[in-house]
């Protein structure tokens, strides 16, 4: 796939444009644009954007005592989602910018649209990190890659959602998709197994993508009697930390609201070895309906 992408902005802004993708089964799921590939192609993308900000024409990243260093997210958003309206043979069309929103934060924002018409917009904040201890994922230091580019202070892009993502690391928030922060208690839970063959990346963590999967996982366990024509249009995952390989993860929900067309939820995932919370989620879908390739 090419990528063109411009050159860094003194304020450490850039933007990416890249060619249409014509979908087929890889990018599509039961009712329309699989939601699991998006976050991974995006991902792989932020990565990508990440290194040309960087001024690499591959992505490798280190810190000043040449110790590698890996993106690692903290916050994903994905609003206004239409999956539902993408079907085989569909023209999908991702355009991304990325800007240094701190000193160690980086955020993108890429909008998706099938055959010109929006069908979502995902924003991924990430920081780098690096392990203290080698393959020990419960080990992880904030870190600083050398040389970074220019930061200039009081950049308006994204700083929102960082907020939100700094507000949720901290535990510091009040009440978010009419769900408040004290009132967390769970009325449902389920054991999660990581499979480390199809839950992990390449750079040993459980990959942020898997989230989501393991989310919609849990939530069939829980409530299959909802059925299956349900498609996410928001979701929302605040990162705070990963397992090792053999972990296993707690998935409890927390708060839920039901329509007759649509349902929300928030759900926070804990650390079964130590019970340390690594995630809160929300998520919002609706009722989907399948679409004939046209």
Same mark, same amino acid.
């Given at each position: 796939?090419?990528?063109?992408?411009?050159?860094?902005?003194?304020? +450490?802004?850039? &933007?990416? $444009?890249?060619?249409?993708?014509?979908?087929?089964?890889?990018?599509?799921?039961?009712? +329309?644009?699989?939601?699991?590939?998006?976050?991974?192609?995006?991902?792989?993308?932020?990565?990508?954007?990440?290194?040309?900000?960087?001024?690499?024409?591959? /992505?490798?990243?280190?810190?000043?005592?040449?110790?590698?260093?890996?993106?690692?997210? &903290?916050?994903?958003?994905?609003?206004?989602?239409?999956? @539902?309206? %993408?079907?085989?043979? @569909?023209?999908?069309?991702?355009?991304?910018?990325?800007?240094?929103?701190?000193?160690?934060?980086?955020?993108? $924002?890429?909008?998706?649209?099938?055959?010109?018409? /929006?069908?979502?917009?995902?924003?991924?904040?990430?920081?780098?990190?690096?392990?203290?201890?080698?393959?020990?994922?419960?080990? %992880?230091?904030?870190? %600083?890659?050398?040389?970074?580019?220019?930061?200039?202070?009081?950049?308006?892009?994204?700083? /929102?959602?960082?907020?939100?993502?700094?507000?949720?690391?901290?535990?510091?928030?009040?009440?978010?998709?009419?769900?408040?922060?004290?009132?967390?208690?769970?009325?449902?839970?389920?054991?999660?197994?990581?499979? /480390?063959?199809?839950?992990?990346?390449?750079?040993?963590?459980?990959?942020?993508?898997?989230?989501?999967?393991?989310?919609?996982?849990?939530?069939?366990?829980?409530?299959?009697?909802?059925?299956?024509?349900? %498609? $996410? &249009?928001?979701?929302?995952?605040?990162?705070?930390?990963?397992?090792?390989?053999?972990?296993?993860?707690?998935?409890?929900?927390?708060?839920?609201?039901?329509?007759?067309?649509?349902?929300?939820?928030?759900?926070?995932?804990?650390?079964?070895?130590? +019970?340390?919370?690594?995630?809160? *989620?929300?998520?919002?879908?609706?009722?989907?309906?399948?679409?004939? *390739?046209?």
């Amino acid at each position: 796939m090419a990528v063109a992408l411009t050159r860094p902005m003194p304020s +450490g802004l850039l &933007t990416d $444009t890249l060619r249409p993708i014509t979908v087929g089964m890889p990018q599509l799921a039961l009712h +329309g644009l699989s939601e699991i590939w998006l976050l991974k192609d995006c991902g792989h993308r932020h990565w990508l954007m990440l290194a040309e900000l960087f001024g690499q024409p591959l /992505p490798d990243f280190r810190d000043g005592e040449g110790t590698t260093l890996y993106a690692t997210f &903290t916050g994903l958003s994905l609003t206004g989602a239409r999956l @539902d309206r %993408v079907a085989e043979h @569909d023209q999908l069309d991702i355009a991304g910018r990325i800007v240094r929103i701190s000193r160690t934060q980086y955020l993108s $924002t890429q909008t998706v649209h099938a055959n010109g018409a /929006p069908v979502g917009t995902v924003t991924l904040q990430s920081i780098f990190l690096k392990r203290a201890v080698a393959g020990d994922n419960h080990s %992880v230091l904030r870190a %600083v890659p050398h040389p970074a580019p220019l930061f200039v202070p009081g950049s308006p892009d994204g700083l /929102p959602f960082a907020s939100l993502c700094q507000g949720f690391r901290r535990d510091n928030w009040e009440a978010h998709r009419d769900f408040r922060r004290e009132r967390r208690h769970p009325d449902g839970e389920i054991v999660v197994d990581p499979c /480390p063959a199809a839950d992990f990346n390449g750079a040993g963590f459980l990959y942020f993508a898997s989230f989501p999967a393991i989310l919609d996982r849990a939530d069939w366990a829980l409530e299959r009697s909802a059925g299956a024509d349900w %498609v $996410t &249009t928001d979701r929302e995952i605040f990162y705070y930390g990963n397992i090792n390989p053999g972990d296993r993860l707690i998935v409890r929900r927390c708060g839920a609201r039901d329509g007759a067309d649509r349902r929300t939820r928030w759900v926070d995932i804990l650390r079964e070895s130590d +019970g340390k919370r690594i995630a809160d *989620a929300f998520w919002t879908k609706a009722k989907g309906a399948r679409r004939s *390739a046209g």
